[in-house]
């Protein structure tokens, strides 16, 4: 079964950085697309940072120059770097993954999500 863990989440101040991690394991027969959300109290899940496996990338504008995503394909991980933090990026971030599973299903994983938490 494929399960997608995320960490690095944490409390830091505004100005600060984290580096979130997120490993998919499993079966596993390959990876496309994988991304990160963000869902803050209140409001609907958005898309904040996307790396396609050609590591073509797009992010949300209010994160763009700011935040990083990356990935190592040898270890099936993808990174988000994120920089100079404000309060408005507190939120529950998410990883996704589009991938085949042993059964040749190609479907969204999602990770269980990693609490961010920016203080003024």
């Known amino acids: 079964q494929v399960q997608l863990v995320e960490s690095g989440g944490g409390l830091v101040q505004a100005g600060g950085s984290l580096r979130l991690s997120c490993a998919a394991s499993g079966s596993i027969l390959s990876i496309g697309a994988m991304g990160w959300y963000r869902q803050a109290p209140g409001k609907q899940r958005e898309l904040v940072a996307a790396?396609?496996?050609?590591?073509?990338?797009n992010y949300a504008d209010s994160v763009k120059g700011r935040f990083t995503i990356s990935r190592d394909n040898a270890k099936n991980t993808v990174y988000l770097q994120m920089n100079s933090l404000k309060p408005e990026d507190t939120a529950v971030y998410y990883c996704?993954?589009?991938?085949?599973?042993?059964?040749?299903?190609?479907?969204?994983?999602w990770g269980q999500g990693t609490q961010v938490t920016v203080s003024s």
């Open positions: 996704n993954a589009n991938l085949m599973d042993s059964s040749y299903h190609r479907k969204n994983y």
């Open positions: 790396i396609i496996s050609g590591y073509s990338t």
